[in-house]
């Protein structure tokens, strides 16, 4: 095994790499600004090179599997304007997935909105108007509020000006993200620099003439392509390396050097004579980025479509899916290869084996590391939640996220050589790892672990006998998981194959998956009952607050619950809106969000109230008070509803557990 691994590493092409993620950069909708958008013609016409790239790697069988999705053109949209000294500036605007065309440049009346949120149109008329404002997607709200919100008020479109939070790198950065709103409601960004010219003229006229030439087009139900080829191995069971092929501007490292990499990997497998045991596909996603209009989970799309619709069976078959973003950076001092649970202690032992030839540290100060859960970043999650137990290179963390990340800075100027090397070699000797592993190393006993380590009662009101029962339960299986995680460990120690016991894991896996998988409304994964205490403690705090006559810090408090963010900054129609699509809309439309939020308290009454009398100094809180508690105590049914669902759901699994050590 050490010869076929040096064999690899030496055979490894970064400069190959390199040249295959530039290529990708070929095609664009948007001449000057590239997009590489979910099912436009650059995606399909990219997604046909990269299948005529596998065949020259020498991998097999390839494919081009059909979606069904919503497309989103964007050829154009400039800017035209006199600043305040009369010179006249023709600039770029980025775009996001809405409908907005012009016949040409087309005349509008511009103004600025500040931050766009609703205290900011009282007593502004802005009918037919472009509106300029602010926005900060990582630290504030996402781009779909102040759109619908714009929208709502008649605006013609809005023009987002990126305000720290993504684009940081320099002052002429676009950005673009997905929409996650109607495409009836425009919008585009414009850059600080740019938008400082127009303000400046804007500050002394309030609005301005400006002139737009735009196309931005999306439509519905219509193709894209998910590319894959194989190695072939020795049996049906699978290995999956998968990154996405659509992009925002050139996505050099996102994702073009990641479809890169995996095509490279599987060309030096091939070169070094590697013959897997399992066969292992390697698949270019499209629509990672966006594919669905209208969805608070607009993204990851192509994946989503592969094991739900077009795939199914790869679920069941695959024991692992590799999946890679940005690679080709270092995010932090510190990688992290970002796991589902059950794979944690596998590849905690996998990192501290590493031959001697491969040191993490000669690319990163503070080594390799681990971390668990699965994000919804990433189509790692729509894998995860498919049934197909999934890893990604940990990219959310650092700087180059705040910088550079889905703007036109995101390019080679930025390219590690070295770290793109080590990121090829790691995953390499991870894939031949788990290819040589006889039993999918699966450890079902670390869900239960985290579970119960979730467990956290607020109130002490809480249902106690439940909450025992529950902890007993996942006691039990535990310790059934970690009897089965030892028998997973002797049969790979002896060379053994047992397709019952990794078929019984895989089967684990899925349900654990359907059980436990949920989401708050800011997107995190999370366990069923940890939203609903982290609401309790919120709503025990306001009400300490509004005890005290403190309506701010008690504002502040249910700022933190569910969406009650939004109730302080637009429209409640913009508010409902945004909470009812998730709460009332066919599955797939919501694709991999579907069920995973399971409850919500409307909290905009009690929001708007506080913020009246926070602004009159009005201490009589005794009705806010009752309307707290009563929000309380609905969380508490709540609470106790997810215990006792929780329990009935290990219970099952323990079941499982136990005819699986009985076979």
Request: contains cysteine; proline residues 3%.
């Amino acid at each position: 095994m050490d010869d076929i691994r040096e064999a690899y590493l030496q055979a490894v092409d970064v400069d190959y790499s390199y040249r295959l993620a530039k290529k990708m950069e070929t095609f664009k909708t948007n001449p000057v600004l590239g997009y590489r958008t979910a099912g436009s013609q650059a995606e399909i016409d990219t997604g046909n090179m990269l299948a005529e790239e596998m065949r020259a790697a020498g991998l097999q069988d390839i494919h081009m599997d059909r979606l069904t999705l919503d497309s989103w053109e964007f050829k154009k949209a400039v800017l035209r304007f006199e600043d305040r000294d009369g010179v006249r500036h023709e600039i770029q605007l980025g775009a996001y997935q809405t409908n907005f065309v012009t016949d040409g440049f087309q005349k509008f009346e511009l103004t600025d909105l500040g931050k766009g949120t609703a205290e900011d149109y009282e007593g502004r008329d802005v009918a037919g108007k472009l509106v300029m404002a602010d926005i900060n997607q990582r630290e504030e709200w996402w781009i779909n509020f102040p759109v619908y919100q714009a929208h709502l008020k008649g605006a013609a479109a809005l023009i987002a000006v990126q305000e720290n939070g993504y684009g940081e790198i320099d002052s002429s950065a676009l950005n673009a993200q997905d929409i996650a709103g109607p495409a009836d409601a425009p919008a585009f960004s414009m850059s600080r620099r740019d938008a400082e010219l127009i303000r400046a003229r804007l500050a002394q006229e309030g609005t301005i003439t400006v002139e737009l030439d735009a196309d931005s087009r999306v439509k519905r139900d219509q193709p894209a392509y998910n590319v894959w080829g194989v190695i072939s191995g020795k049996c049906e069971e699978k290995i999956l390396l998968t990154a996405h092929y659509d992009s925002y501007f050139t996505g050099f490292q996102d994702d073009n050097t990641a479809v890169a990499m995996i095509i490279s990997m599987a060309r030096s497998l091939i070169a070094c004579g590697y013959q897997p045991e399992r066969t292992i596909v390697v698949c270019a996603m499209a629509a990672e980025e966006w594919g669905v209009t209208n969805s608070k989970y607009d993204w990851s799309t192509g994946a989503w479509q592969q094991v739900f619709k077009v795939r199914p069976q790869w679920r069941g078959q695959t024991v692992i899916d590799l999946n890679f973003e940005l690679p080709a950076h270092a995010h932090d001092r510190r990688d992290a290869i970002r796991c589902t649970y059950e794979y944690q202690d596998f590849l905690e032992d996998f990192v501290r084996r590493l031959p001697a030839w491969i040191d993490p540290k000669e690319v990163y100060p503070e080594g390799l590391t681990v971390c668990a859960p699965i994000e919804t970043w990433s189509d790692d999650f729509s894998m995860a939640i498919g049934g197909i137990p999934s890893t990604v290179n940990d990219f959310s963390a650092g700087r180059f996220m705040e910088t550079h990340y889905h703007s036109q800075f995101d390019n080679d100027d930025f390219y590690d050589e070295k770290v793109y090397r080590f990121h090829h070699q790691l995953y390499g000797l991870l894939l031949m790892e788990i290819d040589q592993t006889p039993v999918a190393p699966l450890n079902p006993a670390e869900l239960f672990a985290q579970i119960r380590r979730s467990i956290r009662p607020v109130t002490g009101e809480e249902d106690e006998t439940a909450i025992r029962r529950l902890l007993d339960r996942l006691s039990e299986a535990e310790e059934l998981g970690d009897r089965l995680w030892a028998r997973v460990r002797e049969k790979n120690r002896a060379g053994e194959k047992d397709e019952a016991l990794q078929q019984g894991l895989l089967n684990l896996f899925q349900k654990g998956q359907d059980y436990f998988v949920r989401l708050d409304w800011q997107d995190s994964v999370l366990f069923p009952q940890e939203a609903i205490q982290n609401n309790l403690r919120y709503l025990r705090a306001a009400s300490a607050c509004l005890k005290e006559g403190e309506t701010g810090l008690a504002l502040e408090a249910i700022y933190s619950i569910d969406n009650s963010r939004y109730a302080f900054l637009f429209d409640e129609a913009v508010y409902q809106y945004f909470t009812e699509y998730v709460l009332d809309q066919p599955e797939d439309r919501l694709q991999w969000g579907a069920g995973r939020i399971v409850h919500h308290e409307n909290l905009y009454g009690l929001v708007a109230r506080l913020k009246k009398k926070h602004r009159t100094g009005c201490r009589d809180l005794a009705e806010e008070l009752a309307m707290v508690r009563e929000a309380e105590k609905q969380q508490m049914i709540c609470y106790d509803d997810d215990i006792r669902y929780i329990t009935r759901s290990v219970e099952k699994l323990i079941d499982e557990m136990k005819k699986l050590e009985e076979g």
